[in-house]
């Protein structure tokens, strides 16, 4: 079967980011960060929702009872889909308009790990992890611009990029309160041109990572070695999420201009969703916020 790609949304976002799947309502969710927007897309009846943020968004990532678990600028909010609220989960105090929350994901245990970066991409930023008893731990520091937030599919490796380091981390993780051990280098990202961006691991343990500088999608096994690469569906991909009713379609949100300068696209679709399909692969369920492990 060849590769297929497919435009999902007309309406470009200004900074697509964080796409995650609900296998229980067989939706994408994802966010456009800039427009401060969260946005959702039905693909068996092609209807599309929005949902103004009260701030500039990094990230979300599902929880129970129709809500969601999102970074926004100045911390972890839940939003109820119904009402359209937010309830603050965690706040930085002071607040410091120099640091935002980007990118976030809720590991195999339930809990919601996100990091923040500099505004300026100075190393400003830390790596928080929400615990739903409100309990949180700050994992690192110094972070300039934080990404390639993903774990294996037992849970017991994180990985973790500051993009621009052009470096992707694996570390030893648990279900504990620990903090993050062993730390090896898992891939180099500057031999291909780029930083890495977002990234997902599908159901046999590869991490898919979003080449945002040069237009292309990656496939590393567990141990580094890259297994294939793709062209994206515009020059700025951003992150990626499997999806669909069997999780085999590769969801891929992109950058029309991140409000920063460091990010403009140059082509026609720049900061489309896109879907691509035939890849032979599929993804693995997220889990929710607040839920009991999955294995």
Known sequence: ??????????????????????????????????????????????AFQCWETPSMIGSIGLAADGTLVAGLADGIYRFD??????????????????????????DRSGRFLCGSMGVHAD???????????????????????????????????????DSLDRTIRAYRYGEGPEPLTEARMFVDTEPFGSGPDGATVDAEGFVW??????????????????????????????????????????????????????AISRHPHG????????LGVKGLPEQRFGAPPSH
């Open 123 to 161: 190393p400003r930023g830390a790596l928080f992890r929400i615990s739903p008893d409100g309990a949180t731990d700050v994992l690192a520091n110094g972070i300039r611009i934080s990404n390639a937030l993903c774990f294996s599919p037992s849970g017991d490796t994180m990985y973790f990029a």
């Open 81 to 106: 889909i119904a009402s359209g609220t937010f309830s603050p989960l965690f706040q930085i105090s002071p607040p410091d308009p120099a640091v935002r929350f980007n990118d976030g994901k809720v």
């Open 271 to 278: 900061g489309c969703l896109f879907a691509i399909e035939g």
């Open 1 to 46: 079967m060849s590769v297929i790609y497919k435009r999902v949304c007309e309406k470009p976002d200004l900074l697509g980011e964080s796409p995650v799947w609900d296998g229980e309502s067989s939706r994408l969710y994802w966010v456009d960060g800039v427009s401060k927007l969260i946005r959702s897309h039905d693909p068996q009846t092609g």
């Open 209 to 262: 990572v979003a080449l945002v500088q040069v237009g292309e999608i990656a496939r590393f096994a567990p141990d580094g070695r890259l297994e294939r690469k793709i062209k994206a569906p515009t020059d700025m991909p951003s992150c990626l999420a499997f999806g669909g009713r069997d999780l085999s379609t590769l969801y891929v949100t992109s950058i029309r201009n991140s409000g920063s300068g460091r």
